[in-house]
């Protein structure tokens, strides 16, 4: 639930829901996100852990999987989707993948859909994946320390996190325009690679790896540049401004943006950080203390490591 005190550009629970929805009903994932998939799983390459398992997060918005199948071709893949939409749309994609071929009726390992705690608690990877794969989705959840608790929990000991999303720079020149006319700006407060290293460490992983680049991409039109907006999923910040807005305020955003974002060629240019993380989730270091705590899943996973030859 959204609460009152939250901070003005932080992500609304409600919004992303409503975004969740209508992102579910795209013909396939956006292109930004696509090329950010790309880009992380070369980030793969010099990875020496070979998974036998990996949870694809956000798998629909994520749109990595071919690209990390390819990597991994034995491993087994376990998609994972965070909002009801989303599980609903890769469900029926699966088992419509699922029809093409008798012989995978035969099958126990066809994939299904899974909510996160759903898969959780069927137990079915007892010793958590040994990879989980979040691409574009550090900026998708009203909480990123409670998503990396999740992140935490699903992974076995010694499985590893790839991670991206949109960082600080992203749309800034949008923001400065919005910011020119008095308007409530139109993003999240995205995060920073450095705050990201400290997420990663805060929530139990080890040897963060953060990186981060810039992309320039340009449109024709105004038009075009919303149309492709849109395609990420919209403002879902607690400040944004509330109702809908006006034909009239509609053709004065266009006429702004046609003037402010114009670049020496004529056309329409936005600034796209993304950001990436790569950790290892270590084996849990009990403090000697009068009381020390530790998860139930991770107590299991550490007693059956132990009793492996």
């Known amino acids: 639930m959204d609460t009152p005190s939250a901070p003005p550009c932080s992500p609304s629970d409600v919004a992303l829901q409503r975004q969740a929805r ?17 880009r992380l799983a070369d980030k793969l390459a010099p990875i020496k852990l070979e998974p036998a398992n990996w949870i694809d997060w956000s798998a629909f918005l994520g749109a990595g999987a071919e690209l990390v199948q390819a ?15 989303l599980l609903q749309r890769s469900r029926a994609e699966l088992e419509r993948g699922a029809t093409r071929s008798w012989k995978t009726l035969w099958r126990r390992d066809v994939q299904q859909a899974w909510s996160s705690e759903a898969l959780l608690s069927a137990g079915l990877l007892p010793d958590g994946a040994q ?34 999303g949109l960082g600080p720079d992203t749309a800034r020149e949008l923001r400065a325009v ?12 995205f995060v920073d690679m450095h705050d990201l ?14 990186d981060m680049e810039r992309l ?3 449109w024709a039109t105004p038009e075009a540049l919303l149309d492709e907006l849109r395609t990420w999923g919209g403002n879902v910040a607690h400040g944004r401004e509330p109702g809908l807005r006006t034909p009239r305020w ?12 114009a670049r020496p060629d004529g056309r329409l240019g936005l600034t796209v950080e993304l950001v990436y ?10 403090k000697v203390a009068p009381e020390a705590r530790v998860s139930l899943d991770d107590m299991k996973r550490m007693v059956r490591k132990q009793d492996k030859p």
Request: overall charge neutral.
């Open 178 to 189: 919005y910011q020119a006319l008095g308007w409530a700006l139109p993003t999240i407060d």
């Open 250 to 261: 509609q053709a004065r955003l266009r006429d702004e943006l046609a003037t402010r974002l």
């Open 277 to 286: 993380g790569h950790a290892i989730k270590p084996m849990p270091r009990i």
């Open 22 to 38: 209508r992102m579910a009903a795209l013909a396939q994932a956006p292109w930004l996100h696509q090329e950010a998939a790309r």
């Open 131 to 164: 990879m989980l794969w979040a691409n574009m989705c550090l900026h998708a959840h009203p909480s990123l320390p409670a998503l990396m608790a999740q992140w935490h929990r699903h992974l076995s000991v010694d499985g590893f996190l790839m991670c991206s």
């Open 71 to 85: 990597r991994y071709p034995q491993a087994q893949r376990w998609v994972v989707e965070p909002a009801e939409g």
């Open 197 to 210: 290293g400290d997420e990663l460490v805060k929530a139990g992983f080890a040897d963060p790896v953060m």
């Open 216 to 218: 320039t991409l340009t």
